[in-house]
């Protein structure tokens, strides 16, 4: 048993949902209790579909539990086939189906129905949503493909230079962050090298266009969350490379293209010399009109430019999917400047390859499912922004600081109106909006910290956010309870928590040392108290004056 008020993913039905819903032609029929179709609000509400899911549920009930609940799942998967007539049929249980073990998908496979029946086996307490979408994926293209395999020994006929390559796009799927609008944007990367886009998957496709994948050159897994294993026996069954490189980023975008340019064996250098040119000449009417350059993003001038000064050295917490966070520590560190202080996944798949970024900075990945423990690691790290899921927009409105959202699980406002992508160019256009937008602008933040009286742009209060400090941060001057804390009360940590070693007691900050404190920008007073804390703390010091602030300074600066 593990306590649990909130969860990052959903169970691994949650998945197969996700890939059944992205697609056309696909129907599920899914073992579960009455009250499973809650799962359908995600796809209605918050990705605002016009139309139900694809899922057939056989909603058994207690009562039906005495009864022959196999029998259920045989009706439930005639009525589907003869309402929706689907190219194939998926079928699965729910947790709470799982217990009873009815084998809905071999009772399935045995009526004899005149389509492909994909049978899925997802162990509910063990595995979760993206690993359920992933094994979906896997099964759905490998029982669609598995005649085609080529021979044991055979390789793939070389691409007559001729024609142009062809790529196939694995991952995207309903419910994935941005899915919609990052396709669109990797159309734009393919065609301005190109490259034929031949397969998108699954999102948009159906069985016919899935057993069109091994035509194309090579494939793009564009999620490995979702598409690896996928495109791994692709790899092993068709001869198909695989392209890794997820293209959010510019530094990454650029490494995609070149990644093609190798894989297909096609001369890619004007793309990349192109995506260089990156002042975009936002001044000249010319290429204003001709809407930019689209072959470079704004992201690398923008944070260039003067005004992104202040940017530099922000102390930044990243965590999501493992794609999202690893892409976000690059963007964070070599596009913006800023300063990686924590990095973590809850995608417990794909733990290596984030504990392998986090090493390249000297820091411990948070490799954990449990939001408190992340809660626990960012308020350890103290940091200016919290770059996460929906969930840390909750944790760091708590702790009081800025926070964008840049992976899964996502609210419905993460499923916006307008053209929002993260891949490619445009991608990293809205990245640094994004990002930069929680931030408190440069002048606001020097003003506040030069004078601290002010009864309106007060500490901590983000005018461009109509922000007014929390009635906790002592201020007055009224203002609704916002997002906008001081990070951490001038004293409220100094009693002993259990566990500390018993000197920790004995700390205490002095007037004089307590108002110096208070004269550090809101934004890092919670880390320099820490540091001071714990340098006191290491030499037996037990008041904190205005002195020991400085020596803590001096002694950390070194
Ligand atoms: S079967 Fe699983 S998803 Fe459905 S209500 Fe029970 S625990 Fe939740």
């Known amino acids: 048993m593990e306590l649990t008020l909130w969860t990052y993913e959903g169970p691994p039905h949650v998945g197969t949902m996700r890939i059944a819903t992205a697609m056309e032609g696909v129907h599920y029929v899914l073992h579960a209790p009455q009250g499973d179709t809650y799962a359908d609000l995600l796809f209605t509400m918050i990705e605002r579909r016009d139309r139900r899911p694809p899922v057939t549920?056989?909603?058994?009930?207690?009562?039906?539990?005495?009864?022959?609940?196999?029998?259920?799942?045989?009706?439930?998967?005639?009525?589907?086939?003869?309402?929706?007539?689907?190219?194939?049929?998926?079928?699965?249980?729910?947790?709470?189906?799982?217990?009873?073990?009815?084998?809905?998908?071999?009772?399935?496979?045995?009526?004899?129905?005149?389509?492909?029946?994909?049978?899925?086996?997802?162990?509910?307490?063990?595995?979760?949503?993206?690993?359920?979408?992933?094994?979906?994926?896997?099964?759905?293209?490998?029982?669609?493909?598995?005649?085609?395999?080529?021979?044991?020994?055979?390789?793939?006929?070389?691409?007559?230079?001729?024609?142009?390559?062809?790529?196939?796009?694995?991952?995207?799927?309903?419910?994935?962050?941005?899915?919609?609008?990052?396709?669109?944007?990797?159309?734009?990367?393919?065609?301005?090298?190109?490259?034929?886009?031949?397969?998108?998957?699954?999102?948009?496709?159906?069985?016919?266009?899935?057993?069109?994948?091994?035509?194309?050159?090579?494939?793009?897994?564009?999620?490995?969350?979702?598409?690896?294993?996928?495109?791994?026996?692709?790899?092993?069954?068709?001869?198909?490379p695989t392209v890794k490189t997820v293209p959010i980023g510019?530094?990454?975008?650029?490494?995609?293209?070149?990644?093609?340019?190798?894989?297909?064996?096609?001369?890619?250098?004007?793309?990349?010399?192109?995506?260089?040119?990156?002042?975009?000449?936002?001044?000249?009417?010319?290429?204003?009109?001709?809407?930019?350059?689209?072959?470079?993003?704004?992201?690398?001038?923008?944070?260039?430019?003067?005004?992104?000064?202040?940017l530099t050295g922000k102390r930044v917490f990243i965590f999501g999917d493992a794609t999202h966070a690893i892409a976000a520590a690059r963007i964070a560190t070599e596009e913006l400047g800023f300063t990686l202080v924590g990095i973590g996944t809850y995608s417990r798949e794909f733990a290596r390859q984030v504990r392998e970024v986090a090493k390249q900075y000297g820091l411990e990945a948070v490799i954990s499912d449990d939001y408190l423990a992340v809660e626990e690691a960012v308020a350890e790290a103290s940091p200016e922004l919290v770059l996460g899921t929906q969930m840390e927009r909750h944790i760091a409105k708590r702790l009081g600081i800025p926070c964008a959202v840049i992976s899964t699980p996502i609210h419905v406002q993460d499923v916006p109106a307008r053209y929002s992508p993260q891949i490619g160019w445009e991608g990293a256009n809205v990245i640094f909006d994004d990002w930069v937008h929680p931030l408190m602008m440069g002048l606001e933040e020097h003003l506040i910290g030069m004078f601290r009286e002010d009864f309106e742009f007060a500490e901590g209060h983000m005018s461009h956010l109509h922000t007014a400090p929390h009635p906790t941060a002592g201020t007055s001057g009224g203002g609704v309870a916002v997002a906008v804390a001081e990070p951490m009360a001038i004293t409220a940590d100094l009693q002993p928590t259990e566990g500390e070693p018993s000197d920790a007691v004995s700390l205490s900050w002095s007037a004089d040392g307590e108002a110096e404190l208070k004269k550090i920008p809101f934004f890092v007073r919670g880390k320099v108290k820490r540091n001071t804390e714990k340098f006191a703390s290491d030499r037996g010091i037990t008041s904190i004056t205005v002195d020991t602030l400085y020596e803590a300074k001096a002694a950390i600066g070194k």
């Open 57 to 240: 549920y056989t909603t058994f009930q207690a009562r039906d539990l005495g009864g022959d609940t196999a029998e259920m799942v045989k009706t439930s998967v005639r009525d589907a086939y003869n309402r929706f007539k689907p190219q194939v049929m998926l079928v699965g249980e729910s947790c709470t189906a799982e217990l009873i073990q009815d084998q809905p998908g071999s009772l399935a496979k045995s009526m004899g129905l005149p389509i492909p029946v994909v049978s899925l086996e997802l162990p509910a307490y063990s595995k979760k949503e993206n690993w359920g979408a992933s094994e979906t994926l896997y099964h759905l293209v490998r029982s669609l493909l598995l005649s085609a395999v080529l021979p044991p020994g055979a390789s793939r006929p070389e691409r007559d230079p001729a024609i142009r390559p062809k790529a196939n796009i694995i991952g995207p799927t309903a419910l994935g962050f941005r899915c919609r609008d990052d396709i669109q944007e990797v159309l734009k990367l393919l065609a301005e090298i190109g490259v034929d886009a031949n397969v998108i998957a699954p999102l948009g496709a159906t069985p016919d266009d899935l057993m069109r994948i091994p035509d194309a050159d090579f494939n793009i897994c564009l999620y490995p969350e979702i598409a690896l294993t996928t495109c791994k026996w692709l790899e092993r069954s068709f001869k198909q």
């Open 250 to 310: 510019v530094g990454a975008t650029r490494d995609f293209i070149a990644e093609i340019g190798e894989v297909a064996n096609i001369d890619v250098s004007a793309a990349l010399r192109r995506s260089q040119a990156d002042t975009l000449g936002n001044w000249s009417a010319d290429r204003l009109s001709s809407m930019a350059n689209p072959g470079a993003s704004r992201l690398p001038w923008y944070s260039r430019s003067v005004d992104s000064t202040y």
